[in-house]
């Protein structure tokens, strides 16, 4: 572009030459300005010509910036595809150990819960522990793990503790057990009625069994053991009792109904004298 400007310039100062030696006459004049004009239109035509040019030039060394690049994205001679590579290897490296550990905790879980099983059904079968069939409900399935522990656990304590009365209690804790999820099983919506009863009182009254085994494994009698011991023992019987009461409201409903039955037959057997109330009056 500014080789453009600099021929415009040296064609224009030779005009000037020419018609500046003689003087300026009318028609020099006239011609000068001619000249003058296209002088001009050379120097706007060299002027965007040497532009193009230089946008061409520029282009073409954007383009063969493009091209190398790209070429070095898959050249496997260039630093930057050796690059691009190593950061791909790494993060499959990555990912692949991610998902190998995701597996194995996967494996150690499931092989964790089918020693968990097996350890249970062997104690199951020691101890002579029914298996219930399953309802096919997880929460109703649940209840039934449940109480097999328990009860397996219970027949474990009632072996080990020589004390005929806590044994006897523990027999009858079993018992209402039994009974309790008897009646969920045949009547799933009261599940939630006895929650409490599987998620605190029965685990508790276990575990103050467990601590009267210990002690009695000990076989010393002194003022902390025996006390602990009696209290255990007498906080069983209230255990007990509220579980009767548990197991009883369970069958509120049906005993209502039950009641309710008696009444309206007893109503029915009198309107049609067939009550020993009514025979009496008919033979006066």
């Not at 209840?143 to 004390?163: Q, S």
């Not at 044994?167 to 409490?196: G, M, W, Y």
Request: overall charge neutral; some cysteine; aromatic content about 6%.
């Amino acid at each position: 572009m500014k080789k453009g400007r600099i021929k415009g310039l040296l064609i224009v100062g030779a005009i000037w030459l020419i018609f500046g030696v003689g003087g300026i006459s009318i028609s020099g004049l006239l011609s000068f300005i001619l000249l003058f004009g296209i002088s001009l239109s050379v120097i706007v035509a060299l002027a965007r010509a040497g532009a193009s040019k230089e946008d061409k030039i520029r282009n073409s060394q954007v383009k063969v910036d493009t091209s190398t690049s790209q070429k070095d994205n898959v050249n496997p001679y260039s630093s930057t595809y050796h690059q691009s590579a190593q950061a791909t290897t790494q993060q499959q490296m990555i990912d692949q150990k991610t998902s190998y550990l995701a597996q194995e905790a996967e494996k150690k879980k499931a092989a964790e819960e089918l020693a968990r099983r097996k350890a249970a059904e062997s104690n199951l079968t020691a101890y002579g522990t029914q298996k219930r069939k399953r309802t096919g409900d997880k929460e109703i399935d649940a209840l039934l793990d449940e109480e097999e522990k328990a009860i397996t656990e219970m027949r474990r304590l009632d072996k080990a503790i020589r004390d005929e009365k806590v044994s006897a209690q523990i027999v009858h804790l079993e018992e209402v057990t039994s009974r309790i999820v008897d009646c969920i099983v045949e009547k799933p919506k009261k599940r939630n009625q006895v929650k409490k009863f599987f998620s605190y009182y029965l685990p508790t009254t276990l575990k103050l069994l467990n601590s009267y085994d210990r002690m009695d494994e000990l076989g010393i009698s002194g003022t902390n053991i025996d006390g602990t011991k009696g209290s255990i023992e007498t906080l069983l019987d209230t255990a007990l009792a509220a579980f009767d009461k548990e197991l009883d409201s369970l069958y509120g409903d049906e005993a209502i109904d039950v009641t309710s039955d008696i009444k309206v037959m007893e109503s029915m057997l009198a309107q049609d004298g067939l009550t020993d109330d009514e025979l009496m009056k008919l033979l006066k």
